[in-house]
C-alpha cells in the first residue's frame, strides 16, 4: 500500500511531515501536531520545546535526535535576541514546583546562546545555556508557586546566538534529579510523558532502503519498479537529503567534466520534472515519482537507531524512533540497502567499515596520507528553506553596517588562495569548512556548531580585513542555516574497495554497474583555516571510469547493500564518486539488484558470481549507462527489425539558440579553442560568444592555425586573422565568414584569442568528439580537455551519423557511440516517423522509448531541451491501416515506457508531431517486449 500523497496533496504532505509553508522567509521543519501538557505521573509536568503552541524566532532541530534523544528548539538570531517561543497548558495541581531545563551551552567558555524561562510572565532567575559542561544537561531553575489552572510558558532568547532547548520539566518533588544519559533522558521522557517504548510494527517488505537522499529515492523507486514491495525509511520530513527543499545542494557528476557524460536513468527522470517545475531541489521531483509506485510506502521522520539480526551475518530487521514523537517502529525485510550517507545501518548491524584516511602503504595510492587517521571533509551549512543557500544569505542596505567577530569564533588572517573567489556578498561559499579532525558522526552537533562559528570567522575577515570590504560594507547578514549537508563520514567494506588506482585509470570493471568521471577531489583538511594553500588537498582530474557491483554489497553481512557515500570506497576514490548524480546512480543500481535478489531468493554476492550480465542488461533497459556495454537483451525484439525512417539528416546545422553558455572567462590572457575538423574539408562560418563590460567597443583579431595533435603547441600551418568588433556592454554571438580550405592532414582548428581587457568568452555546454580549450602562453599554456570555449562553425563540426538503424543497434549515449541517434532531416516538415519491421507478424505489449534531452549540459539543463521529442504517437500496422497504441503530448522526458494490451503485428511505427523547438526529431532507441 501506498503511502506517498499525490502531488495534488503535496501541501497537505508537508504540513503532516512538520515543514511550514512556504514564503519569503522559505520553509522550515516544525512539528504538525504539539502534545497537550498534562500530569501523566502525579507530581510531575514535563514540556518538549516542540510541543510549544508558537515557536516565534527559535527553529526546531531534529539533526541530532539519534545523539542526544529528542527535537530541540533553537534561537537562530545572528546576535539579535529572537521572539519569544510561547505555550500555555492546563496544571492540574496547585503547589511548589521545582523547575528543570535541558539546555546546552554549546562554547562552554562563552556560553553564547543564553535564554530565560519566563512563567506567568515573569522571568526565572537562572539564565540558561550557561552550564559549566559543553555537552546536554539538565539545569535547576529554582521553585515557582502554580497555582491550579492556566500557566504560561516562554522562551526568552537572550542573545540570538543559537540558544537551545530540549525540555522544560516540573516537578513537586524537591529531591527528584532528573537523569543525564541519553538512554535514561528517553525511557524517563516516556515514562512522565505515558509513551510507550515498545516498538509497533510497520509490516514485512521485501526491500528495506534507509535513507531517502539521492541515492535513497532511487535505490527505492529502482526496487519498486522491478516488483519489490519496498520501504523507504527517510529519517527527514522530504526527501532529497543534500539536494532536498531543507539543503538545496545542486547535484554535481561525471558531465561537469566530462561533457556529453551526464547521469541518466531514475536522476535524469527526476531531474527532467524538477526543471519542468522550477526548483532548486528534488524534495518534490522525487515525490512526484514515488506516488506514482504501488509497491513503495515511505515514512518519514524514522531514524532508524537498531539492526535486529537473524545470525551475525543476516539482518531480520531494523527498529526506527519517531523524531517527532520518540514512538518506535519495527519494520521486517529481506534485503536491506543503507543509503543513510553515514553507513548507519551497517554500522548496528556489525558490518565492517572504515572511517577517515587510510594509510598510502595500505593501497599504494600517491594521494594518500604517510600514515592513516580520522581526518574527514567537513560538510557545508546548507538551505534557509528556500532550497539554495550556502552557509549565510546577506542582504545590501542603504548604508554602511559594522560587523564585530562575536569572541568565540576564530580569526581568519588569509583567504587569498588559489581557487578561492569571494563571489557576491548575498550568500557564502562552499568552502566554508571546518577542520577536519572533528568527528562528524558522533560529534556532529558539534561539526554543524563549528560551521556557525566559521560563518561568523568568514564574515568577520570580508567585512573588517579583506581586499573586498569596501564592497561589502553595506551588506548585513540575514539567515545563517543550521542544516549540515556532509561530505563524508563512514564507510561499509563491500568485496572490492575502488582505489584511486581505478580512478585514475578509467578501469572499466566486468561487474560494472554506472559510470564516473567527477575529479579525484578532496578538500582541504584544515577547512577555511588553511590559509594560502587554498580549499584543496587535492583536485585530480580522471577519465571515465566505472563503479563495480562488488562495492554495493558488504563483505560480512549477506543481505546488506549500501549505496551513496557510504559505500566501499578509498577514501581517496570517494573522492571521484562522492558527488550526488553519480551517488543516484548506485541508488538505481543497489535497488535494481535488490529485487532480482528476492525474485531468485539469492544474495547479492550471487548476483555478482551467476548473474551480473542480467543485472548490466536490466540497468540499461532502464536508461542507466554501463561505459562500453550495450543492449544485447535477447527480450528485446526490436533488435531483429528493419528500421526505416520518413527523413534522415545528413548534415547538421549551426543552431545558436541551442547552445547553453556556462560561465564568462575573462579575457585576461591568451585563450584558445581546439576543435577537431572531421574530415571537414572547407569552412565557410565561425560564430564565437562574447560578453563585454567595456565603455566603448573593443577590436579583437581572431587567429585560425591547423593542428595535427590537439595538444600541440606549435601549429602545422596559419589560416590567417579575422578582425572582431565587439559592441560595448554587449552579450552575444558575433559570425565570421571565414571561407577556409582544409587540407586532409590537418585534424584540429585553433581559434586563438588574445589579452583583451573587459572582454569574457564564455564556456559551453556543448562538446565537440575531440578537443579542449587552452589558456596561456607557450611552455606556460594549459589545456582543458572536453572543455570549450563558446563556439560553432557551418558547416557543423561532427562525427554523428544519424541513421535510422541506430535506434536498434544497442547504443543511447552519442559519446560511446556516434552512430547511437536518429535525426530526421530539418528541412523536412513534421511529422516524421521511425517504423520497426519485425520481419513477420509478432506478439509485443510494451515499447520503451529514448529521446534526446541533451546530455552535453553538466544538469538537466533547460526545462524543455529542444532536441526532445514532445508530441508523439505509437500505433502498429494492421489489415492495411495504422492503429493507435499511444499518443502522448508535452513530452519532456527522455525515458518513456509504453504498456498497452498485448497486439500482434509485423510493423511499429512511432510518429512524431513536435520537438521542443529543434527542427529534426531525434531518438536515441526504441524497444519491445511481451512482457
Not at 708 to 731: I, N
Not at 871 to 896: C, M, V
Request: charged share 20%.
Amino acid at each position: 500500500m501506498k503511502r506517498v500523497l499525490s502531488y495534488a496533496q503535496l501541501s497537505i504532505l508537508l504540513a503532516l511531515c512538520g515543514i511550514a509553508a512556504h514564503s519569503q522567509d522559505g520553509m522550515f521543519f516544525a512539528k504538525p501536531h504539539r502534545a497537550e501538557v498534562g500530569m501523566v505521573v502525579d507530581g510531575f509536568l514535563y514540556i518538549d520545546a516542540e510541543d510549544f503552541a508558537e515557536y516565534g524566532g527559535w527553529r526546531m532541530d531534529t539533526q541530532f535526535v539519534h545523539l542526544m534523544g529528542s527535537p530541540y528548539l533553537m534561537a537562530t538570531g545572528i546576535g539579535t535576541p529572537v521572539d519569544d517561543a510561547k505555550t500555555t497548558f492546563s496544571n492540574p495541581e496547585t503547589g511548589t514546583y521545582h523547575v528543570w531545563v535541558r539546555a546546552r551551552n554549546w562554547v562552554k567558555a562563552f556560553a553564547p546562546g543564553r535564554f530565560q524561562v519566563n512563567i506567568n510572565g515573569t522571568p526565572l532567575d537562572k539564565e540558561f545555556g550557561a552550564a559549566d559542561t559543553d555537552q546536554w544537561t539538565w539545569e535547576y531553575g529554582g521553585v515557582v508557586e502554580l497555582d491550579k489552572g492556566s500557566v504560561a510558558l516562554a522562551l526568552h532568547d537572550l542573545t540570538g546566538y543559537y540558544g537551545r532547548c530540549d525540555a522544560i520539566l516540573l516537578t513537586t518533588d524537591a529531591a527528584y534529579t532528573p537523569p543525564e544519559c541519553k538512554k535514561a533522558v528517553c525511557e524517563e521522557r516516556a515514562r512522565l510523558l505515558g509513551l510507550s517504548m515498545e516498538p509497533a510494527l510497520a509490516g514485512d517488505f521485501d526491500v528495506i532502503v534507509v535513507g531517502g537522499g539521492p541515492a535513497g529515492t532511487p535505490a527505492a523507486l529502482a526496487a519498486a519498479r522491478r516488483g519489490a514491495k519496498t520501504a523507504l525509511i527517510q529519517n527527514r520530513p522530504t526527501l532529497g537529503g543534500n539536494a532536498s527543499v531543507e539543503c538545496g545542494v545542486g547535484l554535481q557528476g561525471a558531465g561537469w567534466h566530462h561533457p556529453g557524460w551526464r547521469e541518466t536513468g531514475i536522476i535524469e527522470e527526476a531531474g527532467r520534472i524538477r526543471m519542468a517545475r522550477g526548483d532548486h531541489h528534488y524534495s518534490y521531483a522525487f515525490q512526484e515519482l514515488c506516488e506514482a509506485e504501488e509497491n513503495l510506502s515511505v515514512f518519514f521522520n524514522q531514524h532508524v537507531f537498531d539492526a535486529i539480526m537473524e545470525n551475525e551475518a543476516q539482518i531480520k530487521g531494523v527498529n526506527a524512533v519517531s523524531t517527532l514523537t520518540g514512538a518506535i517502529t519495527e519494520y521486517h525485510g529481506t534485503i536491506f540497502i543503507d543509503c543513510t550517507g553515514d553507513g548507519w545501518l551497517g554500522y548496528f548491524a556489525g558490518a565492517e567499515y572504515r572511517y577517515g584516511r587510510e594509510a598510502r602503504s595500505e593501497f599504494n595510492e600517491s594521494l594518500a596520507p604517510e600514515k592513516a587517521d580520522d581526518i574527514t571533509m567537513s560538510g557545508c551549512l546548507m538551505g534557509d528553506g528556500l532550497g539554495n543557500l550556502t552557509a549565510f544569505r546577506a542582504e545590501k542596505t542603504d548604508a554602511p553596517v559594522p560587523f564585530t567577530r562575536p569572541p568565540w569564533a576564530g580569526e581568519i588572517t588569509t583567504l587569498e588562495s588559489p581557487g578561492r573567489n569571494f563571489g557576491s556578498f548575498d550568500r557564502g561559499l562552499w568552502w566554508m569548512e571546518h577542520p577536519g579532525d572533528i568527528n562528524n558522526i558522533w560529534e556532529a552537533e558539534e561539526a554543524r556548531d563549528e560551521l556557525i562559528k566559521v560563518t561568523f570567522s568568514y564574515w568577520d575577515y570580508i567585512k573588517n580585513r579583506s581586499r573586498v570590504k569596501e564592497e561589502a560594507e553595506n551588506y548585513a547578514l540575514v539567515t545563517i542555516p543550521i542544516m549540515n549537508a556532509k561530505r563524508e563520514s563512514r564507510r561499509l567494506v563491500g568485496d572490492y574497495i575502488m582505489t584511486q588506482q581505478d580512478c585514475e585509470a578509467g578501469r572499466m570493471f566486468t561487474d560494472r554497474i554506472t559510470h564516473t568521471g567527477w575529479p579525484m577531489d578532496i578538500h582541504h583538511v584544515e577547512g577555511i583555516y588553511s590559509g594560502a594553500e587554498g580549499s584543496f588537498d587535492f583536485q585530480t582530474d580522471v577519465p571515465i571510469g566505472s563503479v563495480p557491483f562488488r562495492s554495493l554489497y558488504s563483505k560480512t553481512i549477506n543481505n546488506l547493500m549500501m549505496a551513496g557515500r557510504c559505500g566501499s570506497f578509498s577514501r581517496i576514490a570517494l573522492g571521484s564518486v562522492r558527488v550526488m548524480s553519480t551517488l543516484a546512480t548506485l541508488g538505481q543500481a543497489a535497488g535494481t539488484a535488490a529485487a532480482m535478489c528476492v525474485a531468485k531468493e539469492i544474495t547479492p554476492r550471487d548476483i555478482y558470481q551467476n548473474h551480473i550480465q542480467e543485472l548490466q542488461q536490466t540497468l540499461l533497459k532502464y536508461d542507466q549507462t554501463l561505459p562500453g556495454i550495450k543492449n544485447e537483451d535477447l527480450e528485446d525484439l526490436a533488435r531483429s527489425a528493419t528500421v526505416t525512417a520518413s527523413t534522415t539528416l545528413s548534415q547538421d546545422v549551426m543552431d545558436l539558440d541551442a547552445i547553453s553558455i556556462t560561465r564568462p572567462i575573462p579575457l585576461n590572457m591568451t585563450r584558445a579553442v581546439v576543435i577537431p575538423t572531421a574530415e571537414l574539408k572547407k569552412l565557410d562560418i565561425v560564430a564565437l560568444f562574447f560578453e563585454s563590460t567595456a565603455p566603448v567597443s573593443r577590436q579583437l583579431a581572431v587567429h585560425i592555425e591547423g593542428l595535427k595533435e590537439a595538444t600541440q603547441l606549435e601549429a602545422e600551418m596559419s589560416f590567417g586573422t579575422w578582425p572582431v568588433e565587439v559592441a560595448a556592454t554587449s552579450k552575444g554571438w558575433v559570425q565570421l565568414p571565414v571561407d577556409i580550405a582544409i587540407p586532409s592532414d590537418i585534424a584540429f582548428l585553433r581559434f586563438r584569442l588574445p589579452k583583451t581587457p573587459d572582454i569574457s568568452w564564455p564556456t559551453m555546454s556543448k562538446s565537440y568528439f575531440a578537443g579542449g580549450r587552452t589558456y596561456g602562453d607557450g611552455e606556460a599554456t594549459t589545456y582543458r580537455r572536453d572543455e570549450f570555449y563558446a563556439i560553432a562553425t557551418t558547416p557543423v563540426i561532427s562525427d554523428a551519423i544519424y541513421e535510422p538503424e541506430n535506434v536498434v543497434n544497442g547504443w543511447t549515449r552519442l559519446k560511446e557511440n556516434p552512430a547511437s541517434l536518429w535525426a530526421s532531416d530539418s528541412a523536412a516538415a513534421f511529422p516524421q516517423w521511425l517504423e520497426l519491421d519485425f520481419g513477420n507478424a509478432i506478439e509485443f505489449n510494451t515499447v520503451y522509448l529514448t529521446f534526446d534531452t541533451d546530455l552535453s549540459t553538466q544538469i538537466t539543463g533547460a526545462a524543455y531541451p529542444k532536441e526532445c521529442v514532445k508530441d508523439y504517437e505509437l500505433s502498429f500496422w494492421k489489415d492495411g491501416e495504422w492503429i493507435p497504441l499511444a499518443a502522448i503530448t508535452g513530452n519532456y522526458q527522455r525515458h518513456r515506457i509504453h504498456r498497452f494490451d498485448t497486439v500482434t503485428a509485423q510493423k511499429l511505427r512511432l510518429t512524431i508531431h513536435a520537438t521542443h523547438g529543434s527542427p529534426s526529431a531525434r531518438v536515441y532507441e526504441i524497444r519491445a517486449y511481451n512482457e
